[in-house]
């Protein structure tokens, strides 16, 4: 049986959880990761390079390029997940901040956002925590504490716990918001 995802950040995080049960990879591990796949692409640019020359040496083909390229930009998501960081905000960030700089007209936008919905921000977080807290989905990050609120850094009485990384707090807000946008359009929680 195989387990489906359509972004790379919800496929990454799934398949560490195979790769790595221990949890042993660190953000050092993962630089020299992606260190090592870009140089993999850079030496297939290389040989691109030298047939386009008519230079003597091995050649290689445009298809291994796609490959390398391919593991260059599925490191740059598992450092990005590992760091908490969501990597698909900050690349518009990023891009738009660049444009607004150049005098540039073009940016970027999110794909595909959550449909908006009036729900209370409360509720959205209630659901988002039960979903995170209460079932098995692939996403939820067990033995961390959903945050008590916006700026709760696991501080307790008599100890710190681990709060759930900012990216999968997003990634449970918006299966919450997209749930009250659809199959709970309308529904009040009973007091
Ligand atoms: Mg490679």
Redesign the pocket.
Known sequence: MTDVYCSLQEANTARQKEWDVDNQITLAYRGNELAG?VG?ACNVIKKLERERMGIRGSRDTVEHLA??LA?VEICNGLIAMQAGIDLDAAVVAKFNATSEKMGLKTRMALRDPAPSTQQPVDQIEDLAKWLHNETDHPEHCPGYAWPENEHDDGRRAGGWVKIVPKYAQEYFRDIARRMFAGPLAGWEPRL
């Open positions: 796949e993999e490959e390398e593991d």
